[in-house]
């Protein structure tokens, strides 16, 4: 329980007092934030919705010349709320945050290059390098070779997000052993960083081949 800085009573942890609906200002998940329950698959439509119809009801504009200890529970929900809102519309920022709940970090093996795509990252920088170093002749084989590999880390990209939806949808379907999950969790997170690495990398290059990095 917490007590409403605005009419003194001890209600339920959530964005806004369920007695008086003046900001709490309480510490709460960022699925409790925006009252959704603990579910990976997102409408976000729905959630920029109730984002904004939240953060109208927690303003600080609307809470002016209210008591200092209401005005500072509405720069503390918005604030949880501005976080909530830009947390779970992503879903590889959603599928980090679902790790950090669980106790879990991506962080120290997300270092290496996931093994089934090091030969890839090694071909990419191979590219890259060549393309530097022709970055006179706009029409070498190697350029073209360049954006064609581009075309091919995008369709990986988008082939690591539908693994990455299937994960989430089979979390909150129930329909996985914990350990596997939080595994093959981590495994798309890792493949996604580093497809996002290489894409820009290479968008880089293609803009500006002398460039280096």
Same mark, same amino acid.
């Given at each position: ?11 339920? /942890? ?6 008086? $609906? $003046? /900001?709490?200002? &309480? @510490?709460?998940?960022? +699925? ?6 603990? #579910? ?9 919705? %109730? ?11 609307? +809470? $002016?010349?209210?008591? /200092? ?6 720069? =503390? ?27 879990? =970090?991506?962080?120290?093996?997300? =270092? ?6 090091? @030969? ?7 590219? %890259? ?7 006179? *002749?706009?029409?070498?084989? %190697?350029?073209? &070779?360049? =954006?064609?590999? !581009? ?7 988008? !082939? ?9 949808? !089979? ?10 999950? %939080? #595994?093959?969790? #981590?495994?798309?997170?890792? #493949?996604? &960083? ?13 803009? *500006?081949?002398? $460039?280096?990095?």
């Amino acid at each position: 329980m917490v007590r409403c800085a605005s009419c003194g009573r001890a209600v339920e /942890p959530r964005l806004t007092c369920s007695e008086c $609906a $003046a /900001p709490l200002g &309480a @510490e709460l998940d960022l +699925f409790a934030a925006l009252d959704l329950p603990r #579910k990976l698959v997102a409408d976000t439509d729905a959630l920029e919705r %109730i984002y904004h119809e939240a953060g109208r009801r927690v303003h600080p504009d609307r +809470f $002016a010349n209210a008591a /200092p200890a209401v005005r500072q529970a509405s720069l =503390k929900s918005t604030a949880l709320l501005t976080r909530s809102y830009r947390t779970l519309r992503d879903p590889v920022s959603r599928g980090r945050y679902w790790l950090e709940l669980l106790g879990e =970090k991506l962080g120290e093996n997300n =270092k290496q290059v996931p093994p089934e795509m090091a @030969e890839l990252v090694f071909e990419v920088q191979e590219q %890259i390098a060549g393309l530097r170093d022709h970055h006179e *002749d706009a029409g070498t084989e %190697i350029a073209f &070779a360049i =954006k064609d590999r !581009r075309a091919e880390l995008q369709i990986l990209m988008d !082939r690591a997000h539908e693994e990455l939806q299937h994960n989430f949808e !089979r979390w909150d379907g129930g329909g996985g052993e914990r350990v596997m999950l %939080i #595994k093959e969790l #981590k495994v798309t997170l890792s #493949k996604i &960083a580093y497809l996002r690495t290489l894409i820009r990398d290479v968008d880089r290059a293609l803009q *500006d081949p002398a $460039a280096t990095y």
